[in-house]
């Protein structure tokens, strides 16, 4: 049911969820991710730049940690945006 999904800000515990999140959302369905593309990087590269990144959680970047919600069902972690 809708009202057992529970919607939170992200924690530094959600970071490795929020970056598959952020990592399938520049996919956009595909399989290119767009940043390691434009920026010759390896996808382990990216996610360690980014785990940094949200780490850090600098207000105003694309990619900062308090701008992300995490929706958990039953304790398990479904959606980031």
Known sequence: M??????????????????EGI????????NTITTCSIFDL???DFKELLTKLLSEDVE???YFL????VAEYNGE???AC
Do not use: M
């Open 2 to 19: 809708i009202e057992d999904v529970l919607v939170r800000k992200a924690t530094i515990n959600d970071i490795p969820f929020v970056i």
């Open 23 to 30: 990592i399938e959302a520049e996919k956009s369905g595909g």
């Open 42 to 44: 390896s996808i382990e």
């Open 60 to 62: 105003d970047y694309d």
């Open 66 to 69: 308090s701008g992300f919600f």
């Open 77 to 79: 972690l479904i959606g």
